[in-house]
């Protein structure tokens, strides 16, 4: 089989599907989830509103999201024995690498090959949405060494996971503000762990595996793990006054600035500047940051040394301030990432099952042929 078109590294530009879940435009630095603009969404909309959005295709009427919630609500509970595999895990290892095993055992208790039937769609939706949070905080809290605790049905879907975090009722602006950092980060487009998640999907195994998958893609610090790394660098540079020498080093050593530029985004990702507002809001009411002056400073000496080339702050620049300042341990960043885009995932999956055809690219063989077998002693 031949190629048709010249080969593209990481497939720059190419289609990989045929999509209506989200709409980026890289330079005018626009964002639509089923066409209503991300900071729409982000003032008006909640996390699980925006999620019925995006998998659906319609904001819900008031009848549906109480259905939806009202069922988000009660599956927010994981098996015990989910949670005993949990508490073996080694409480050194990554959060997103106990998210990943964790969702992939769900498979273990509801595995089914996928069906493109409604009713199989909205109870896999449902339970992924539901259970992911309380994974997350249940590894957080045994980690330390503490029983996970239950949710609680009084509170909202970010309330509830910041107590489950915390052991206590989180603030309700740190609550709305959490509730809007899982919105913009629900879905991106065809980014690579959504790429993944829809690879998976076309084999048509079951969602669990398809979240599974995505988690693990996501993980890497060029895609969802760079949030954790913009902390470690601003802690490094540790003042205003290092930022210039720390850009410049890293410029001339061609190393990457973390939390600046982006495949499509030419200009400021416009989740940063909504990231950057609630990262303000928090700092006004909990408290200033010192780390939040030396971003200020990056962004700046990076826009004046890079921004010819395009290299802005992309969504993971500024979520960290936010996380940090809810007290959020710097190794949950991605683990929060993923259950925003949880909702993300599921969307291109049901969408994927929809039309679906398995995924089978080629490639360009640059190997030899026709080589002769030699003995082992030969060799
Ligand atoms: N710091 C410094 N230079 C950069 C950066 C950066 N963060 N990003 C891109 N560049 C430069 C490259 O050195 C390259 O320069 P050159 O043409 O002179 O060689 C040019 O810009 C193009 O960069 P590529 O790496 O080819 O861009 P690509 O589209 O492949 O990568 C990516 C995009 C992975 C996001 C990249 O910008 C990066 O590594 N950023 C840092 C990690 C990060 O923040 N990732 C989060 C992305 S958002 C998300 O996944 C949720």
Same mark, same amino acid.
């Given at each position: 089989?031949?190629?048709?078109? !010249?080969?593209?590294?990481?497939?720059?530009?190419?289609?990989?599907?045929?999509?209506?879940?989200?709409?980026?435009?890289?330079?005018?630095?626009?964002?639509?989830?089923?066409?209503?603009?991300?900071?729409?969404?982000? &003032?008006?909309?909640?996390?699980?509103?925006?999620?019925?959005?995006?998998?659906?295709?319609?904001?819900?009427?008031?009848?549906?999201?109480?259905? +939806? !919630? $009202?069922?988000?609500?009660?599956?927010?509970?994981? *098996?015990?024995?989910?949670? &005993?595999?949990?508490?073996? +895990?080694?409480?050194?290892?990554?959060?997103?690498?106990?998210?990943?095993?964790?969702?992939?055992?769900?498979?273990?208790?509801?595995?089914?090959?996928?069906?493109?039937? #409604?009713?199989?769609?909205?109870?896999?939706?449902?339970?992924?949405?539901?259970?992911?949070?309380?994974?997350?905080?249940? +590894?957080?809290?045994?980690?330390?060494?503490?029983? /996970?605790?239950?949710?609680?049905?009084?509170?909202?879907?970010?309330?509830?996971?910041?107590?489950?975090?915390?052991?206590?009722?989180?603030?309700?602006?740190?609550?709305?503000?959490?509730?809007?950092?899982?919105?913009? $980060?629900?879905?991106?487009?065809?980014?690579?762990?959504?790429?993944?998640?829809?690879?998976?999907?076309?084999?048509?195994?079951? #969602?669990?595996?398809?979240?599974?998958?995505?988690?693990?893609?996501?993980?890497?610090?060029?895609?969802?793990?760079?949030?954790?790394?913009?902390?470690?660098?601003?802690?490094?540079?540790?003042?205003?006054?290092?930022?210039?020498?720390?850009? !410049?080093?890293?410029?001339?050593?061609?190393?990457?600035?973390?939390?600046?530029?982006?495949?499509?985004?030419?200009?400021?990702?416009?989740?940063?500047?909504?990231?950057?507002?609630?990262?303000?809001?928090?700092?006004?009411? +909990?408290?200033? &940051?010192?780390?939040? &002056?030396?971003?200020?400073?990056?962004?700046?000496?990076?826009?004046? *040394?890079?921004?010819?080339?395009?290299?802005? #702050?992309?969504?993971?620049?500024?979520?960290?301030?936010?996380?940090?300042?809810?007290? =959020?341990?710097?190794?949950?960043?991605? /683990?929060?990432?993923?259950?925003?885009?949880?909702?993300?995932?599921?969307?291109?999956?049901?969408?994927?099952?929809?039309?679906?055809?398995?995924?089978?690219?080629?490639? =360009?063989?640059?190997?030899?042929?026709?080589? /002769?077998?030699? #003995?082992?002693?030969?060799?």
């Amino acid at each position: 089989m031949t190629a048709i078109c !010249e080969y593209k590294p990481g497939l720059e530009n190419i289609p990989a599907a045929q999509s209506s879940v989200s709409y980026v435009d890289g330079q005018k630095g626009i964002l639509e989830y089923r066409g209503i603009n991300i900071e729409e969404l982000a &003032d008006k909309s909640t996390f699980l509103e925006t999620t019925y959005l995006l998998i659906w295709g319609a904001l819900p009427t008031k009848e549906e999201l109480q259905a +939806f !919630e $009202h069922e988000i609500r009660y599956h927010r509970r994981i *098996k015990y024995r989910i949670r &005993d595999m949990m508490k073996c +895990f080694p409480e050194t290892g990554h959060p997103m690498d106990a998210l990943q095993a964790s969702a992939a055992a769900l498979g273990l208790f509801y595995s089914r090959r996928a069906l493109p039937d #409604p009713s199989y769609i909205r109870q896999a939706v449902v339970r992924l949405v539901a259970k992911i949070p309380t994974m997350v905080a249940a +590894f957080q809290l045994m980690r330390k060494g503490n029983d /996970p605790i239950q949710p609680r049905d009084d509170l909202d879907y970010s309330a509830n996971f910041l107590y489950m975090l915390n052991e206590r009722e989180p603030d309700p602006l740190a609550a709305r503000i959490f509730d809007i950092c899982l919105t913009l $980060h629900a879905e991106h487009t065809m980014n690579a762990s959504t790429f993944s998640a829809r690879v998976t999907a076309s084999t048509l195994t079951d #969602p669990y595996a398809v979240v599974a998958s995505a988690v693990g893609t996501l993980a890497g610090p060029l895609h969802g793990g760079a949030n954790e790394e913009v902390i470690e660098m601003l802690e490094k540079i540790g003042s205003v006054e290092n930022v210039r020498p720390y850009i !410049e080093n890293c410029i001339e050593h061609k190393s990457k600035i973390m939390g600046f530029g982006h495949r499509v985004y030419k200009v400021k990702d416009p989740r940063a500047p909504i990231l950057q507002k609630l990262a303000e809001q928090l700092f006004e009411k +909990f408290g200033y &940051d010192k780390y939040y &002056d030396i971003a200020l400073e990056v962004e700046r000496v990076v826009e004046e *040394k890079l921004g010819h080339k395009g290299i802005y #702050p992309n969504v993971d620049f500024y979520s960290g301030l936010v996380y940090r300042k809810m007290g =959020i341990p710097t190794d949950l960043f991605t /683990p929060i990432f993923a259950i925003a885009r949880v909702a993300g995932w599921l969307a291109h999956w049901k969408e994927q099952l929809g039309e679906n055809r398995i995924f089978r690219p080629t490639q =360009i063989y640059t190997g030899d042929r026709g080589m /002769p077998y030699v #003995p082992i002693e030969e060799r």
